[in-house]
Structures are given as structure tokens and as C-alpha cells.
């Protein structure tokens, strides 16, 4: 059997195995976030929208003009889509496999697919990242069969093959553009290196034509790479980003400059037209329209994304490599010499290999036994996992450019495996480059699956030279002793997700107790302990399909797009996805237009206790101000809270009992709690979070084995009463030391003030680790309550009786922590917070001392206080200056301050400032101003230099409706900016109507 044969079949084996590993969670799961968006995204372009105008796409088209197909052929429904993805995932880790082969020996040639599979997040209990309509998924098949056929025709020849590679490159760009252009590098890169470099033999342009297009084409592509991380990248994205990409660009010349020309040799030219074209004109048939709908500023920022800040608001550091990435690459060099050292003493290298490999298993099996692991020895793996595959991958990288380096040579032997080692380490660096600016580990699944290419030939290469001397029977026993230990990690980071979803009974595999999502546009199930979540979500869904005709449209906020694809209730305006500082406030101002010009009946907003809004209140002010005016609660279902307009009615709103929430109680039964440890074992395999009453009772009177048992049962739980059970439990000294950290960290995820008094008792207990934790989620708690003052349509805006207890009883030590410079700033935090709640001049003067100190946080936490507390003109004028640093909170206080004292000047002056920044937030403010004072200001403002200034100033006279202000607006409709035309052509629409 030839090898390519070979290659073809465990290649195919890979794609079936794959196939059924992606379809085995097709129904498991939703993810409210990203996938109702995408999800509703999909339908509004089946319903006949337009993407760009009607609404809003972070990705070019056709992601949903794709899927919008496959819901027009086999309807709305999630599971086509999800089959689609399979099939797609699948076919991507055989390419994986394809492109390992040339490097690697076909026992290691299918790692990298293992490991991207089991990389790809699952939640258990939630959902599978694999599943949500990603342009991802798509890019990363369609970058590896593009590089596939670059290799071709480096191999072989054949224009056909670069149309082909450009075409794939193309499709990849009309996916998602920035992983679109870096394969197109990366293929124009390898492309130069199958061209032997042209030697003009005399002097003259016309001989040194091919010479100037082969280097033209090679700078222009290494500049459009450094062109992107011109923005805020700093040394360290450089250096992990830029550095080994232009290393491999600059080995790609290299090889080109020693490689001998075939008989028959594509010019440079003739290749790069074939390559580059196919990329253009598939994007040319839908760019050119969309050009002309748009104009050339909108297809800029909408289509482009060039000046449309997404990388300032999704920008994120990337961690720290540099011990880890020196480490790892010392440590594969040792390892890589250490054979021919043994080879001078005769040491037998496949028994020392064997014998480390053994080591390794066994002080894995004694962490397993000894090591705390609060959450568990998977979760425990799975993290260090998480937080190693940055520093692991950046060395494997720079290994495989050291190894494509020593491939290069001049004789034909050298030829195909350089080919094959640059178009990896090309392939891999172009395609890690996605990873910027979002540097998480789930961008990281998406941006390294061809460094995973790398750094299992890398491995191989590294045993190859443990193994080279032995016999055949030897070799092949100490691969499989290599190979062990990965795949023993691979099977612990797959662990958590097939355990969520299928159990073993009897020796047969079963689906674990499950509960089913009541509606047909997504009969998906997840694990019965989270009943309550689906059973809440399917109502709200039912609610909004009885109580509103077909036609009506429903606002929700602030991810909630799920919603009106599970109810086919459209939203009335662009945007339905609103993450923490994107969208900006000139999208903020564009919703609440449309809202004001459509006035939809119902309103839906998602109260769950998460960080959210710690990064996103002041952009949603006008939203929160404008919602809170004309609509009132009208219940709620679960999280989902319902809000009619003031002026309308709508149907009651069902209240579900906690029959409907729950889900089915453990078959031992609540009664036997106490003394049964397997019931609580089973709720945790069900992620119960709905029987908090009977597991607190285990807490509270159980043996120790069921009340650390009753711990795990709560793992996962995401309910307040939760946070408060378990920190009362650790503060009686009720566990046992790893379920008393479990039980905080699970506090600090989901507690609320019912938690408060227990962990402060804990942090102040000074008992090591123990106090650390807590003082941790005292933290976590702390900032999660503040932020739920800018929840909508709170029931209890003011509900601070829970910390009143604390805060007034140990109102001394509180006081003299928010004091005291030098105290555990999470411990502060808190005391800052709660001080805001004790009364007295003491009280007030600290909040006046934190307010001038240094620490941004604290500040806010002080002013918010004060101004709810005891508001006057110096902490007015103090709030306004902090706008040219804080666009958080400071905002609020400078609201809420100038509504209490009817003083509007500070804001006013604010809005002259020379500041840039600090004159456009005062500008947006101007909005919610009430005096003619700041109207005034904003009229001024309609001339400002600064595009968003006018934008500001714009929205503040619309949203006030000052018709007589309108004529100062109208120059702007021929505003030499088209977003602040269309600002114009909005605020002079409305306003005129009002007049009429």
C-alpha cells in the first residue's frame, strides 16, 4: 500500500472519527449569547433583510447567507445547521491530518487533529462552542485545504492549484476577513517559495521584470502583515506575533534562493495573477454591490472594519510567555540532544524514554491523590491546559522554524520536505496572527490549529531520534510510550464534556437524566439540574409568541437576540447584541432613535448576576434613561424580565411554579439526603441548582462525607442562595479543607449579598488560605451588587438591607478598612462599598477621602456613594473632571448629581473642554441634561472639529426634542463625515415630524 494511500485513509478515519465525535453534541445545549445572535442574525436575512442596512454583522456575509440556505431548506431549525458544522469540523481535522503527513510519520499525523477537537471548548452543563454558527469553524477547513493545494502545486505545478488556493482564501475572507487575508499571505509566501528566485543574466528592466514582481510581491504581503498590528499592538504582540512570521517569510525567500528550477516553471507573475485573482473575483461579485449601496466610509467601517474601532474594544493582552516559551524551548532542545549524549555512555535511550514516561504517569496518578485541586482533578488539568498552550505553542513554533531552516538545501532531496515544513510554519504563523486582539483561550482554539500541525512533527522528529538505532518491535513500543501520556492528556481535557453528556449504565451508554427545550426551532436538551434555565427560556419564548401579533416587534436587551428567534419576533432596531463597550454610544443613540420612532409594545431584559455591566453602564445611560421612562415592569419570567409600554397593555405575565422549574428530584430522595452521599452525587452529575433547600440541609446536619459531598453537588450551581449556603458552611468549619475552597469559589461565581455576612467573618478569621479565598469572593460579590444598580426595571432599586447588618455591626472595622491605604485592596473594596450604607460624617468624610485617591475603582465606588448619599456642587465639579479618565461610572455620578442639585454648568464647561475624550462623553451626557444651559452647549458643539463631538451634540438636541434648534442641525445633512449625516438625517426626520 503506497503511502499516499495510507495518508488518505487515516486521513478519511480521522473525518468519520471526527464526524462522530461533533454529531454526538448536536442536540446538547444553546448558548444564549453568541448563537441567539447568529442564530437570529441567520433568520432576519431569510425573512428578507439586507445584511449591513437592516441590521448590524460582525463578520462579512456569508456566514449567514449560508446558513439563511440551509434554513430555507430544511426550515428554522438548529439542528441542520449544527449537522453542517459537523460535517465541516470534521473535514477540517482531516485536512489537519493531510497537512501533518508531509512532515510527520503517519503515527503521529493525526495529533493535531486529537487535540483541536478536544481544544474546542465544551461547557458542561451549558453548551459546545462547536456548535455555535462560528465563522471560525469554516476558516479553519478552508485555510488548511487552501495551504493543501499550495503545496500541490509547489509539488507538482499546475495553475489550477493556485486558483484553487485563492478561491479557498476568498471564501475564507468572505467568512471572516482579517483569517481571509492572513491565508492569503501565507499562500503567496509559500507560493514564493516554490519559485526559484529569478537571476536576471544581464543588466535591464525587462530582465529584471520577474526579479522585481517576486520581491514586490514578497514586501508587499510582509508589510500588509505588519500593517495590521500597526494599531495598539505593543513589544509583546511583535514579538509572539510579527517575529515568527517574518522569520517564516524570510525562509520562504530562503528557499526560494536555493532552489534549483524545474524544466517547466510558472513566472511569478502569471502565478500571482492566478492566486490573487480567484481571491477577487469571488469578493468582487458581492463587495462591488455592496460598495454602492453603502459608500466608501460605511463599506470602510461596516465591511471592512477599518476605523471601526473593534480592536480597541476588544482588545486584550496577551498573557505573559516569555518564562514559559524560554522553558519549553530549552526543554525540547535537552531533549532533542540528550540521545546522542546517552549514545557515549551505551544507555539504552527507548528504556530511559520508557522509564520517563512511566515517571511522568505515576506523579500524575500522585497528584491525582495528593494535590488540593479544589474543582477537581479534571477541571484542575483542563485549567493548566488553558493557561499552558500559549507559552507551549510560541516554542513549538519557533522549534518548527528552526527545523524548516535545517530542511532547506540545494540538492533535490531537499525539496519536498522543505516545502512541507515551510508551508506549515508559514501556515501556522500567518494563521496564529488571528489571534490578535482578542487573546483568550477560545481565539486561541481558532488561531493554532496549524501550530498544532507543527508541534506534533516537531515531536516526532524529537522521538525519531530517541528511536532511530532500535529494532522495529522496540521503536514501535517506546512511539506508543511517547504517545501515551498524550493521549492521556487529550482523553482528561475531554473528559468534563462527555461526561455532561452521555453515562454508563450496565456497560451500555446512555444519556444521562436530561431535561428538552420546549420549542421546535431548537429541540435541544441539556443535563436535568438545569431544568429551571431551560423551562424559564421556553416560556419566555411562548409568552412573546401569544402575547404579540406576527408582525409586532420586541426590544431586548442586552444579548438577548435568542429570544426573538425562538419567538420569530423580530427587534425593531439594528443592533441586538450589546457586549460590554461595543456596541459605542453612538450605536447606543441609534437604538434608542429607533425605539422612540418604532415604540415597541414589550421590552425583554436579562437579569443574571454577571459582570456585565461593570464594564458597560455609562454606555447604556440614555437606553437605561429612555426604557425606564416609557415602559414599566410587567413581570417576569425566571431572569426574563417583561416591561410594557405606559401607555399600552399586554397580557399577565405566567408566573412558573416550582413544579414547572424543577427538575425531576433525585430517585433516593430528599429524605435520605442526610446520610446518603450518592444522592448528592447524583445531583452534581445533573448540575442541580434547583434543590438548594435539601443540599443546604445536608450542609447543615450531615455526616462530613455528605456535607463535603453536598459541596460538588453544588459545583455548578449559578443561583445566589448557593453563594450564601456554602460560605456559611466554611465559616462553621463544617469542610473539609478542598471543599471549603470549592465552596468559596463557587460564593464568589454566583453569591450575592445573602453571602456577605459569612465571608467577611471568614476573611477577617485570618485562617491562610482559607481567609484568602474569601476575601477573593467577598470581592467578586462586592463588585457583581454594584452592579446591579444598573439593572432595568429592578423590583427594589435600593436593596442594600442585606448589607445594612454587616456594615452596622462591624461599622467600626469597616470604617477603618475603607480608611486604611495599605489593606487588602479586595478586603476595601468592599469596606468602600459598604460604607456607602452606614450614615454619619465619619462615613461621609472617608467616601470624600477615597474619592481623591488614586485607585480608579475605589474612586467610583466613592463618588457613586456620594451622590447617592449626600450630593453637592465640589463632588459634581470633581465627577465632571473625572470624565477625561473614567467613562465608566463617572458618567452616572455626573447624571445623578446634576438631576439632584438642578446645577448643570460643570457639565456644561465640560463640554468645552480641550480635551478631546472628555468633551465628547460631556457631549453625550448633554442628552439626558435638562436645562437650557446644556442644550445650548450641545448646539455649540454642532461645529466641533471632532466627528463624534457633532454625533454628540446631534443626538443630544434629538433626543430632547429641541425642534427649535432644529435649523442649527440641518447644515450638518451635508456634513463631509457620512456618520454624522446620517445622525442629521435622523435628528431632522424626527424632529420635523414632531413638528408637524
Known amino acids: 500500500m503506497g503511502n499516499s494511500r495510507r495518508t488518505f485513509i487515516l486521513a478519511a478515519a480521522v473525518f468519520v472519527a471526527g464526524l462522530l465525535y461533533f454529531g454526538s453534541f448536536v442536540r446538547y445545549g444553546i448558548n444564549l449569547d453568541d448563537e441567539g445572535t447568529l442564530l437570529y442574525q441567520i433568520e432576519r436575512v431569510v425573512d428578507g433583510q439586507r445584511v449591513y442596512t437592516d441590521f448590524h454583522i460582525g463578520y462579512t456575509p ?8 440551509l434554513f430555507r431548506l430544511f426550515g428554522t431549525n438548529v439542528i441542520p445547521v449544527r449537522a453542517v458544522l459537523a460535517v465541516v469540523n470534521a473535514a477540517a481535522l482531516a485536512g489537519l491530518t493531510l497537512l501533518a503527513a508531509a512532515i510527520a510519520p503517519l503515527w503521529a499525523a493525526w495529533l493535531p487533529a486529537l487535540f483541536y477537537a478536544v481544544s474546542i471548548p465544551v461547557h458542561p452543563g451549558e453548551f459546545a462552542a462547536f456548535n455555535v454558527p462560528y465563522p471560525v469553524w469554516y476558516n479553519v477547513a478552508f485555510f488548511a485545504y487552501g495551504l493543501l493545494a499550495v503545496r500541490r502545486f509547489g509539488s507538482r505545478g499546475g495553475l489550477g492549484w493556485l486558483v484553487l488556493a485563492g478561491a479557498l482564501a476568498g471564501l475564507d475572507f468572505m467568512f471572516k476577513p482579517n483569517v481571509g487575508l492572513f491565508q492569503l499571505a501565507a499562500s503567496a509566501l509559500i507560493l514564493l517559495s516554490c519559485w526559484p528566485m529569478p537571476r536576471p543574466s544581464r543588466r535591464g528592466l525587462a530582465t529584471r521584470w520577474p526579479q522585481l514582481c517576486w520581491w514586490g510581491l514578497w514586501g508587499a504581503t510582509v508589510a500588509g502583515l505588519w ?11 511583535v514579538v509572539i506575533f510579527l517575529l515568527p512570521v517574518t522569520v517564516a517569510a524570510l525562509l520562504a ?8 528550477p524545474p524544466a517547466r516553471a510558472v513566472t511569478p507573475f502569471r502565478g500571482a495573477v492566478a492566486l490573487i485573482g480567484a481571491f477577487l473575483a469571488l469578493n468582487l461579485l458581492w463587495m462591488i454591490p455592496v460598495f454602492r449601496l453603502l459608500g466608501p466610509q460605511r463599506f470602510a467601517t461596516d465591511v471592512l472594519f477599518i476605523g471601526a474601532d473593534f480592536e480597541r474594544f476588544y482588545f486584550l493582552l496577551h498573557p505573559p510567555v516569555a518564562f ?35 515517571v511522568a504517569l505515576g506523579g500524575i496518578r ?30 513549538f513554533s519557533w522549534a518548527g522554524l528552526l527545523v524548516a531552516a535545517r530542511s532547506i538545501g540545494v540538492g533535490e532531496e531537499y525539496r519536498l520536505p522543505s516545502l512541507g515544513w515551510v508551508t506549515a510554519t508559514v501556515g501556522a504563523t500567518a494563521m496564529y496572527c488571528a489571534l490578535y486582539p482578542r487573546t483568550d483561550y477560545m481565539h486561541w482554539v481558532t488561531a493554532a490549529p496549524l501550530c ?16 532511530a538505532s532500535l529494532s522495529r518491535s522496540r521503536r514501535a513500543v517506546a512511539i506508543a510510550a511517547f504517545v501515551c501520556p498524550l493521549l492521556v492528556l487529550a482523553a482528561l481535557k475531554a473528559a468534563p464534556g462527555i461526561k455532561a453528556t452521555v453515562r454508563i449504565e450496565g456497560g451500555r451508554i446512555a444519556r444521562p437524566d436530561r431535561v428538552w427545550l420546549e420549542n421546535d426551532r431548537a429541540p435541544v436538551w441539556i443535563n436535568a439540574g438545569r431544568a429551571p434555565r431551560y423551562r424559564e427560556l421556553a416560556q419566555a419564548a411562548r409568552y412573546l409568541s401569544t402575547a404579540t401579533e406576527a408582525s409586532e416587534k420586541v426590544f431586548t436587551f442586552p444579548s438577548l437576540d435568542i429570544l426573538s428567534f425562538l419567538s420569530d419576533r423580530h427587534n425593531p432596531t439594528r443592533h441586538g447584541y450589546f457586549f460590554p463597550r461595543w456596541p459605542g454610544r453612538d450605536v447606543e443613540a441609534e437604538v434608542v432613535a429607533y425605539l422612540m420612532k418604532t415604540r415597541p409594545r414589550l421590552v425583554v431584559v436579562l437579569h443574571h448576576d454577571s459582570l456585565f455591566f461593570g464594564q458597560a453602564p455609562a454606555y447604556y445611560a440614555t437606553l437605561r434613561s429612555y426604557l425606564e421612562r416609557e415602559y414599566r415592569r410587567l413581570g417576569a419570567i425566571g431572569r426574563y424580565v417583561i416591561a410594557v409600554r405606559r401607555d399600552a397593555e399586554a397580557a399577565p405575565v405566567p408566573v412558573l411554579s416550582l413544579e414547572q422549574r424543577a427538575s425531576a428530584v433525585p430517585s433516593a430522595g430528599a429524605g435520605s439526603v442526610a446520610t446518603d452521599p450518592s444522592v ?16 443546604g440541609t445536608a450542609l447543615r446536619h450531615g455526616p462530613p462525607e455528605v456535607r463535603n459531598a453536598a459541596v460538588w453537588a453544588l459545583a455548578h450551581c449559578q443561583d445566589g442562595r448557593c453563594g450564601a449556603v456554602l460560605a456559611r458552611a466554611v465559616r462553621r468549619n463544617a469542610l473539609a479543607p478542598r471543599e471549603s475552597i470549592l465552596a468559596l469559589r463557587v460564593a464568589g461565581q454566583c453569591g450575592d449579598e445573602r453571602a456577605v455576612r459569612a465571608l467577611f467573618a471568614i476573611a477577617t478569621g485570618g485562617r491562610g488560605r482559607i481567609s484568602d479565598e474569601a476575601a477573593t469572593a467577598l470581592l467578586f460579590v462586592t463588585t457583581r451588587t454594584m452592579f446591579r444598580d444598573y439593572w432595568l426595571f429592578r423590583e427594589d432599586p435600593q436593596d442594600h438591607e442585606r448589607w445594612l447588618p454587616v456594615a452596622r455591626r462591624r461599622a467600626r472595622q469597616v470604617l477603618n478598612w475603607a480608611g486604611a491605604d495599605g489593606m487588602d485592596r479586595r478586603l476595601r473594596v468592599y469596606a468602600v462599598r459598604a460604607t456607602g450604607e452606614i450614615d454619619g460624617e465619619r462615613a461621609n ?30 463632588l459634581l465639579a470633581r465627577a465632571v473632571a473625572l470624565l477625561a479618565f473614567d467613562d465608566l461610572i463617572a458618567p452616572n455620578v455626573v447624571i445623578t448629581a446634576s438631576r439632584s442639585l438642578a446645577n448643570e454648568v460643570p457639565l456644561a464647561r465640560a463640554m468645552r473642554s480641550a480635551v478631546t475624550g472628555k468633551r465628547e462623553l460631556a457631549t453625550w451626557l448633554a442628552a439626558l441634561g435638562r436645562t437650557d444651559r446644556t442644550a445650548k452647549a450641545a448646539a455649540r458643539n454642532l461645529a466641533d472639529p471632532d466627528k463624534k463631538v457633532r454625533e454628540a451634540a446631534i443626538w443630544a438636541l434629538h433626543y430632547r426634542s429641541r425642534r427649535d434648534l432644529v435649523g442649527r442641525i440641518e447644515p450638518l445633512l451635508a456634513d463631509r463625515d457620512e456618520g454624522v449625516r446620517r445622525f442629521a438625517r435622523r435628528a431632522v426626520e424626527a424632529l420635523r415630524e414632531k413638528v408637524r
Not at 456569508?62 to 440556505?69: G, L
Not at 465606588?861 to 449626600?870: C, G, N, R, V
Open 62 to 69: 456569508a456566514i449567514y447567507y449560508f446558513h439563511a440556505f
Open 227 to 237: 500593517l495590521v498590528f500597526s494599531g495598539l499592538a505593543g513589544k509583546r504582540e
Open 253 to 260: 525567500a530562503w528557499r526560494a534562493m536555493v532552489l534549483a
Open 324 to 358: 514559559g516559551t524560554v522553558s519549553v524551548l530549552a526543554g525540547l532542545i535537552l531533549v532533542a540532544l540528550l540521545p546522542s549524549w546517552l549514545g557515549r555512555f551505551r544507555v539504552p535511550a527507548d528504556l530511559l524514554g520508557v522509564t520517563g514516561v512511566v
Open 366 to 395: 500522585w497528584l491525582q491523590g495528593h494535590a488540593l485541586m479544589p474543582q477537581g482533578f479534571l477541571a484542575a488539568v483542563s485549567s493548566a491546559y488553558e493557561a499552558g498552550v500559549f507559552s507551549v505553542t510560541l516554542a
Open 452 to 467: 498544532l500541525v507543527v508541534v506534533a512533527a516537531v515531536l516526532a522528529r524529537i522521538i525519531d531520534r530517541w528511536t
Open 680 to 695: 448528592l452525587d447524583q445531583a452534581a452529575r445533573r448540575f442541580e441548582e434547583q434543590y438548594i433547600g435539601w443540599i
Open 845 to 874: 468624610e472617608l467616601l470624600e477621602e477615597v474619592a481623591e485617591s488614586g485607585d480608579l475603582l475605589l474612586k467610583q465606588i466613592a463618588f457613586s456613594a456620594l451622590a447617592e448619599k449626600s450630593p453637592d456642587g465640589e
